[in-house]
């Protein structure tokens, strides 16, 4: 992880086991001033970002664009998802995509096979986009009138505390991954508005429980949309469409 997110702040629960008990000496030998500089400097950062996302928001809004941040963890399908999605937009409905990922280019090669400009951020030793990379990448998509979707780097937690300047989190939940994420990263199905369960087409050849998914996501978020999906067999896409025009609508009915 990196030393900038956050991922340092706030309290520490290590369950106690009688038999560890000098792991939990040792914590109460941290030196505490060290600590609360590390959490002063993350704050400050945090709110750096912040401002940088409102910026970003009425940059959005002033071009018309429905910006969308898509969180998962690595591999959940959130290329996969969008390189379909554009395929169905394109070409009535104009989007764009900003790729986040630690290394490599080949996220936005394959958006950009489907003639969608695509900008590639890539992070380096960072978990996460933030707001500066946006604005930058942004700038260099010369873009208006559509969707802007953000691939965010595949992680389940960093991504969580940094605005973006976008409409909406999405959080992509593969069917591999268990029905207890929400409940072990609460924050970012917390910050969506909508969870995207992805790979339904593996359910039949899995074991694994959507409800109980489901119902642990609305335990952390109650308001939260889900649509089951599948790039593979297109289940669940005019959902999934119908959501991005209803939520393009929301938009422009209060621009
Ligand atoms: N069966 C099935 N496989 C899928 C589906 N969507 C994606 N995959 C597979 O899942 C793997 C990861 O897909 P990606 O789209 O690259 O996932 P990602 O979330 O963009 O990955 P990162 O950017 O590395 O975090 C690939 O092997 C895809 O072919 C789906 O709907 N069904
Ligand atoms: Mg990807």
Redesign the pocket.
């Given at each position: 992880m990196c030393g900038v997110c956050g991922c340092g702040e706030g309290e520490v629960r290590i369950e106690p086991e009688h038999s560890h008990e000098h792991h939990q000496q040792e914590a109460i030998r941290e030196d505490p001033s060290e600590r609360s500089h590390l959490v002063r400097v993350e704050q400050d950062i945090l709110a750096k970002n912040d401002a940088l996302a409102g910026h970003n928001r009425a940059h959005f809004r002033n071009h018309r664009v429905l910006a969308l941040n898509l969180v998962?963890?690595?591999?959940?399908?959130?290329?996969?998802?969008l390189v379909r999605t554009l395929e169905a937009l394109l070409p009535e409905t104009t989007a764009a995509v900003i790729e986040g990922?630690q290394e490599t280019t080949a996220?936005a090669d394959r958006i950009r096979e489907t003639g969608a400009p695509a900008v590639q951020v890539n992070t380096g030793k960072g978990c996460h986009l933030d707001a500066q990379m946006i604005d930058s990448a942004f700038n260099r998509l010369h873009f208006s009138d559509g969707i802007l979707f953000i691939?965010n780097?595949?992680n389940l937690v960093c991504p969580a505390g940094f605005d973006l300047g976008e409409a909406h989190k999405v959080v992509?939940a593969?069917v591999t991954e268990g029905e207890d994420k929400p409940l072990k990263y609460p924050n970012m199905f917390a910050a969506s508005s909508l969870m995207l369960v992805?790979?339904?087409?593996?359910l039949p050849h899995l074991d694994f429980d959507v409800d109980a998914l489901i119902a642990n996501a609305r335990r952390v978020n109650p308001a939260i949309a889900v649509i089951q999906?599948?790039?593979?067999d297109a289940t669940g896409m005019d959902s999934w469409l119908q959501w991005l025009a209803g939520a393009r609508g929301m938009m422009a009915a209060t621009a």
């Open positions: 998962s963890s690595p591999g959940a399908g959130k290329t996969t998802l990922d996220d691939e780097v595949g992509i593969s992805s790979k339904v087409d593996l999906v599948s790039a593979k």
